[in-house]
């Protein structure tokens, strides 16, 4: 009976603290497969191990309740090491990580598909059709409400409309946050 109601009690404590939901990171891999199975866009995070606005996204931006659960129904999400060794299988072709240095500490060999998306930065937010085709990397640190900006600009399609830095502009000025963001 008593781990019964330490049980419950443990249950109570955790889901009162403000445990927030988790983005369900996939590969790249997985995630196209998973697309040709349902159909959805792709979200991918390129991080490198050593970047701190990577680190700060993490933190401050992937664990928003909102962000998460808005990534989780609307794309499938990749988690990218861009400095990684991960075999990704893309477009009949396999990009790998050939110079890729276990023992060095820090920056390390860019990854092939890194260079093939032309991520110039970390963070790189980049976003991919529901066929797999890029859309485009945003590159750098944002925040709750910056990165719901862009999550709803590719999920309704809206980019589709945006053609030139002041249409960009206009409907990054019109757009409405809905995120919850606590401080």
Sequence with gaps: ???????????????????????????????????????KKIFMDAYTVWCGPCKLLDKNTFSNKDVAAYINKHYYPVKFNAEGTEAINYRDLTFTNPDHDPNRKGRNSTHQFARAMKITGYPSLIFFDEKGDLIGPIPGYRNPHQIELFLKLFKDEDYKQINTPEAFKAYSEAFKNEFTVSN
Aim: no cysteine; proline share 3%.
């Design 1 to 39: 009976m008593k781990r019964y109601i330490l049980t419950f009690l443990i249950l109570i404590a955790a889901g009162s603290s403000g445990i927030s939901q988790e983005i369900k990171w996939m590969s790249m891999n997985d995630a196209l497969a998973a697309q040709k199975k349902q159909p």
